[in-house]
Structures are given as C-alpha cells and as structure tokens.
C-alpha cells in the first residue's frame, strides 16, 4: 500500500551515549508497527525524533516519501501523538483537555464524538487528576486522533495498566487500524506486540537486533516448542541439557521433539531423584527471541 514513513541510518548520540545508533525502519499504510525493547533501548528517542521533539544527530527521515529536514507544522497535521508521558492540567475536566488540543489543528474531531468513542462521556465533567489510569491513558488515546491523523504514535500506551485496562486499549488500536490509521507502537510487553503489530522491530542498546512480522521472527529460532517446568535446582540437568535456562524460577528447555525431551526429562529425573513439578509446553514466543539474541530475558 506504499510507505509513509522511512528512516534510514537514524543517529541520535549525546557525547558518548549512542542513544540511537543507525537505526533503519519502514512504516507502510495502514499497518500496525511495534518498535519493541527494553528500557532505554532507544525505542522512544527513534519515536520523538519522528515526531519532531528532538533533532537527530545524522540520517534521513522521509514522510509520505519526501525526505523531510524538519517536522514542520504541515506534517504534525497529519500525525497524531500519545507521550510516554503525559502532563494534563490537572484542574481542567476531560472535555476541557480535548476541547483545547482541537483548537491546535485546522481540522478536528467533534468533542462529543470521541468522548462517546473512548467512553469519557460520564467522565467528561471530572478533572484530570482525579481519573483513574486507564481513564488517563483513553483521554491521551482520544487526545492523539482529536485531528484525524493519518499516522499515530503512541509510546508505551498501556503501562502501569491492569491486565483489563491494558486489554480494553488494545480493542481501541485495533479499530484505529480497522479505519485504516497507521501506527508506531512502543512497548517493552511482549505480549502487547505479539497481539497486535504486522511488523515487530526488535531494539537493544540503541540498535535493531531483528525485525519482522511476529511469525518470521519465531521461525528464525527453529524450534517447535519449549517445555517448562519446576524442580530443585540441581547441575545434572546441564550436563544433558547445556543451553537449559531458568526464568523466573522455572526450568525451560527447547525442543523440536516434545514426545522424547519428555521422556528423556522423566528418566533423568527419575535416576537423580529428583522432583519435576508443573511441566508446561508451550510455543515460542518474542521472549524466546530476545533471549536468543542478547542471551538475557527482556525483563532484566
């Protein structure tokens, strides 16, 4: 459908912090794209620079494909934008803060349109400070597509969000792509890209370690399954398994033959005496090729 945004060879350096590091990307029509990583690892420093709140150090930045040297006042038309950090007026009520950030555009959304939309309509007479989180984060949500965007950014949408919170903002992102929106997603959860991005971009230490839809990425490890499990920590499990790993008290070992790791678990177990609780089989996930590039769990 064509790219509306690419960079290429992005640096963002401060002295001798690499911040952003010849960073690549490609954003095309109405796709959901999740720039993934943990903290620090440049994912929103690549975004604000897209966004035109920091100047990059060296690379080039193409909208709609022209390359662009400033995001000017043209471009933000056509961009919507949810901070990692957003800093309402506390005072001023929810109508209040849309009613303000549309009289920022030539073009808007109706208020009354976008408080029924992310349901803020009972809401829409409190004051900000008084909201809840995921109350917070559907006014930020409101407040980045009060112009229509083409294009929305939003970073790190749904932390500090309970589990149901965090699931009611994913629907909200998938009908903005449903209506035919493009999207730049930050996140550091794994299951929020795996949910929803078309393509991933995988980021550490200011670089892209991976890229690709979420199947391609998983295919690249070549295995077929992971079993997990509960035991006593005991060495005689590495000497058969040498790259077994232990996550969050849990035993995982890859395979691509459930049927006989199982059994050969069982025996060695059995022969060692030791206890083997709470096996699980699952499938790969982004975790598993995280860990297979950097040799550490996103969450460290």
Not at 80 to 100: M, P, R, W, Y
Not at 164 to 177: C, G, Y
Not at 202 to 219: P, Q
């Amino acid at each position: 459908m064509g790219k509306v945004i690419e960079i290429k060879n992005l640096k963002k350096y401060y002295k001798n912090v690499k911040a952003v590091d010849d960073v690549s990307i490609e954003v095309e029509k109405g796709d959901i794209v999740a720039i993934l990583g943990p903290n620090g690892a440049g994912k929103t420093t690549t975004v604000e620079t897209l966004e035109g709140l920091r100047e990059a150090t060296s690379g080039d930045i193409y909208y709609f494909g022209k390359k662009v040297k400033k995001i000017d006042h043209e471009i933000k038309e056509q961009i919507g934008v949810q901070l990692q950090n957003n800093s309402f007026f506390e005072n001023l009520t929810v109508k209040e803060i849309i009613k303000a950030f549309a009289g920022l555009y030539k073009k808007s959304v109706p208020v009354s349109s976008l408080l029924e939309r992310f349901k803020l309509e009972e809401k829409k007479n409190s004051k900000i400070k008084n909201l809840s989180g995921g109350q917070l984060q559907r006014v930020a949500l409101a407040v980045s597509v009060v112009n229509d965007p083409e294009i929305v950014f939003l970073d790190e949408p749904t932390t500090g969000l309970d589990p149901q919170a965090r699931r009611n903002l994913w629907e909200e992102i998938e009908k903005l792509k449903n209506e035919g929106k493009t999207i730049i997603l930050t996140t550091h959860y794994m299951e929020e890209a795996e949910k929803l991005a078309d393509k991933i971009y995988i980021f550490d230490m200011g670089k892209i370690i991976a890229e690709g839809t979420l199947n391609s990425l998983i295919d690249s490890l070549e295995m077929s399954s992971v079993i997990q499990f509960e035991t006593e920590e005991n060495n005689n499990l590495k000497k058969y398994y040498p790259k077994i790993k232990i996550i969050d008290n849990k035993y995982e070992i890859e395979t691509n033959n459930v049927e006989k790791d199982l059994i050969k678990i069982m025996e060695i177990s059995k022969e060692k005496g030791l206890r083997i609780n709470n096996i699980f089989i699952r499938k790969p996930n982004l975790e598993d090729v995280f860990l297979h590039l950097t040799g550490r769990s996103l969450r460290e």
